[in-house]
Nanobody, 125 residues
Framework: QLRLVESGGGAVQPGGSLRLSCVGS????????IAWFRQAPGKEREGVACISLGDDTNYADSVKGRFTISRENAKNTAYLQMNSLKPEDTGVYSCSATTAVLNPCKLIRFPYNDWGQGTQVTVSS
């Protein structure tokens, strides 16, 4: 089974940047569509960004132009570069994966069936 471990979260001021990493083990991430989701306190989990097997990307409107998803297959790692962070970006960020062929990739929970534990991102002055 694929195991995903996120890192890179933390506390940052508005306007700051963070880069989240999602390291896979057990299987190569190059066989997976990868997505990042986030969940703020009291809110439902929402899809933020995804990258397909062909490296096409899809972003939530709220993060377009600020966030960039990428993958580095040699390191079996996916990234989420987050710039110009806002307080509303606060939440637990989780990476997820699916072997389903999605074009474009989706920002809904289904069909992602492998999930990491998440990393906390707090944007506050």
């Amino acid at each position: 089974q694929l195991r995903l471990v996120e890192s890179g979260g933390g506390a940052v001021q508005p306007g700051g940047s963070l880069r989240l990493s999602c390291v896979g083990s057990g299987f190569g991430l190059d066989y997976y569509t990868i997505a990042w989701f986030r969940q703020a306190p009291g809110k439902e989990r929402e899809g933020v960004a995804c990258i397909s097997l062909g490296d096409d990307t899809n972003y939530a409107d709220s993060v377009k132009g600020r966030f960039t998803i990428s993958r580095e297959n040699a390191k079996n790692t996916a990234y989420l570069q987050m710039n110009s962070l806002k307080p509303e970006d606060t939440g637990v960020y989780s990476c997820s994966a699916t072997t389903a062929v999605l074009n474009p990739c989706k920002l809904i929970r289904f069909p992602y069936n492998d999930w990491g534990q998440g990393t906390q991102v707090t944007v506050s002055s």
